[in-house]
T-cell receptor, first 113, second 115 residues
């Protein structure tokens, strides 16, 4: 799996937007960009994914650079419950590996009241 | 109903013992996984099974033996436990190939402490 680079940690104020960056300069044409988050003492959970176009769902938005070498996860209004480690992962749909995901270090998001 | 459930949630044991962690998913998925999260919080894939057959084994020691009695269950048995086995073990499942979203569904984890 291609590698991703994320800041180790970020801070945000409650009810403000948060932009979590991810660099993936070696992304290939068959790589989807996935975001997961891990709340304290829980398993990771899916947040959003995309290929080329920006994506929105009830949890977040995903902005993908035109050259696909970076992406940004956007939480429109951070709450205390959004404090978690956020993982940016590349998933190669060209590989028949049963959807295995390789997690990096992620970004620990701290939300201040 | 919990989609992916693991038991036990906590396990404290002595070095040299043998222990098992059980995982069950009620999502009808074909593929199940075991991940290990160590003290530095890195999540690493250990095994992947599809329809009861092993498809990924990421150079895990032979002391770790996954067993899949049916596609809804993937249990992890660990022989001769070592201090370095202390970690949180996560079970996950997905449709084969990932389905529409490529989404993995994780359990809540089983924290193993080896003394």
């Amino acid at each position: 799996d291609a590698k991703t680079t994320q800041p180790n940690s970020m801070e945000s104020n409650e009810e403000e937007p948060v932009h979590l960056p991810c660099n993936h300069s070696t992304i290939s044409g068959t790589d989807y960009i996935h975001w997961y988050r891990q709340l304290p003492s829980q398993g990771p959970e899916y947040v959003i994914h995309g290929l080329t176009s920006n994506v929105n769902n009830r949890m977040a938005s995903l902005a993908i650079a035109e050259d696909r070498k970076s992406s940004t996860l956007i939480l429109h209004r951070a709450t205390l419950r959004d404090a978690a480690v956020y993982y940016c992962i590349l998933r190669d749909v060209g590989l028949n590996a049963g959807n295995m995901l390789t997690f990096g270090g992620g970004t620990r998001l701290m939300v201040k009241p | 109903d919990t989609a992916v459930s693991q038991t036990p949630k906590y396990l404290v044991t002595q070095m040299g013992n043998d222990k098992s962690i059980k995982c069950e998913q009620n999502l009808g998925h074909d593929t199940m996984y075991w991940y290990k999260q160590d003290s530095k919080k890195f999540l690493k894939i250990m095994f992947s099974y599809n329809n009861k057959e092993l498809i990924i084994n990421e150079t895990v020691p032979n002391r770790f033996s996954p067993k899949s009695p049916d596609k809804a269950h993937l249990n992890l048995h660990i022989n001769s436990l070592e201090l370095g086995d202390s970690a949180v073990y996560f079970c996950a499942s997905s449709p084969w190939g990932g389905g529409a979203n490529g989404e993995l569904f994780f359990g809540e984890g089983s924290r193993l402490t080896v003394l």
